[in-house]
């Protein structure tokens, strides 16, 4: 008889499993009323009549010992000075646990607590001086008034928005990567790395080892929103990784925050599509913190998402492969037309749509119509 797991260990497994993303994930915990050893002692016989679960979730649940090794894992997170927390910890994020699909846990080197307002501050990688010191000035304005920033750590505004909030005294900033928190990457960023360890937190919902890839970043951006109560793009195009993380601010019901920029260069196009499209535009931080404190006052409604939303960043669901047939032929469609076709609502289509246009299977017109750009297999 194999070792009988506690649940944080149970957790540590189900986080780690191949091909199981979180909306999965969260719809298992669900199903067995939020215990993890349950699910994961679960028969096939049971998992099978779970709706939405698919055949790969279903061979990775019954086959994880021979996929994952726990104990190697934990070793290899002490050695490290990781520590693994789940949704059921107390240093878990509150913030997160408001978003669809929240990590069920998280790989984190540092001692903090998350327990301070956050404001995330994303970027180009390809950054203008300009939007190089607006990035690090309001990022140090914001960490002197015990705000914590939370980026991406990636190069350009993300590097900058962390090391302006180190700059401050006693400032506190969240690195969220979309890797193992054991990969530096870039890798030129090793001290920044470690100082936010240090002086914050460095996390990652990814187990040890995992590389980064094309769903990994998604992943990763709607992590650096969700932990945060806004959102500000310094310099951004109209595509990339900070349109994407502000549009997953959009769908968690963060405030959306945009630097407006020059009308002739590419770096400004997405911000001030941002703030025409009904972004604050923000020339200082108390703009910032005149809006949350705004925001703050105004009643809140607990209203739970009743609809079925099946789309998985790592899984294309039956739901979605209906959606995506609309568009063979070359049809273009926008999101109030496949909304009707399929008798499904607003947001639960445009939210389909969107993880669909990032995992490259369909892409966004500028009339705001979209269409196939390759066809599921």
Known sequence: MGKVLTRKEAYWVLNSLPGVGPVSMNRLLDRFEGDPVAALNAGKGELIRIKGVTSRVIDSMTRWNSLFDLERE????????????????????????????????????????????????VGSRRTTLYGQGVAREMAQDLASRGICVTSGMARGIDTLA??????????????????????????ENIDLYREIGTRGAVVSEFPLGRRADKQTFPMRNRLVSGMSQAIVVVESDLSGGSMITARFAGEQGRLIC???????????????????????????????????EYESQMPRLDIAYSGDRDSDIEEVSEEDKALLKLFDGGESLDADRVGRLLNRSSGEVSSALMMLELKGYIAKRLDG?????????
């Open 162 to 187: 962390h090391k302006g909030a180190l700059d401050a005294v006693n400032g506190k900033t969240v690195a969220v990567l979309g890797c193992g928190l054991d990969i530096i990457y870039p890798p």
């Open 258 to 292: 945009a630097i407006p920029g020059r009308i002739d260069q590419r770096g400004s196009r997405g911000c001030n599509q941002l703030i025409r499209d009904g972004a604050l535009l923000l020339s200082s931080v108390e703009d910032l913190l005149s809006e949350l």
């Open 74 to 121: 934990k070793e290899k997170a002490d050695r490290l000075g990781f520590s693994f927390i789940d949704r059921d910890d107390a240093r878990y994020p509150n913030l997160l646990k408001e978003i669809h699909d929240p990590p069920i846990g998280m790989y984190v080197l540092g001692e903090y607590d998350f327990g301070l307002p956050s404001v995330s501050i």
């Open 369 to 377: 119509a979209f269409e196939a750009v390759s066809t599921y297999r």
